[in-house]
């Protein structure tokens, strides 16, 4: 799942060119309320009610981009990485908390953090957690509130 964000930008142009379907939430106040909240809630209500591109109105004049289906995610993480960024609104308060790392930085500095944190997920390394994921995942899917 990817979030985007715009002010004026039109929609992502994916390669079937599907324009998102937005969902407004407040007629005031948008999606505000939810994005402070329970935004996974928010994402997956949207994503059940309207689709795999979602165009999610935050405040009048703002929204974010939610991109649930795999050729969307494909299309801004791998093959046009460099048409986007990550919006100020995500970054700006958590490089204030932990400084500019993988998850703020962007284009060359995010490249070169990644190079090094690469060897960390290798097969070997990863094979090594997978009983850990395993157990963690299913104690989480245990403990979620049944729907």
């Known amino acids: 799942m990817v979030m ?3 002010t004026s930008i039109s ?3 994916l390669k079937r060119r599907v324009d998102p ?3 407004r939430g407040h007629w005031l106040l948008g999606c505000v309320r939810e994005l402070r909240g329970d935004f996974l809630t928010l994402y997956e209500q949207a994503w059940r009610a ?3 591109y979602i165009r999610i109105r ?3 004049g703002y929204h974010f981009y939610l991109l649930a289906h795999p050729d969307g995610v494909e299309h801004v993480l791998q093959k046009n990485s460099r048409n986007y960024r990550k919006p100020d609104l995500f970054n700006l308060p958590l490089r204030e ?3 500019d790392g993988l998850v703020t930085s962007e284009r060359d500095f995010w490249r070169s953090q990644r190079k090094l944190i690469q060897p960390a997920f290798a097969r ?3 094979a090594r957690f997978s009983t ?3 157990a963690l995942a299913e104690t989480v899917f245990k403990s979620a509130p049944s729907t």
């Open 21 to 23: 379907t937005q969902y």
């Open 50 to 52: 309207k689709g795999d």
């Open 4 to 6: 985007l964000a715009s």
């Open 58 to 60: 935050a405040l009048p």
């Open 97 to 99: 908390l932990f400084g």
């Open 132 to 134: 850990v994921i395993t």
């Open 124 to 126: 070997q390394h990863l």
């Open 11 to 13: 929609p992502v142009a």
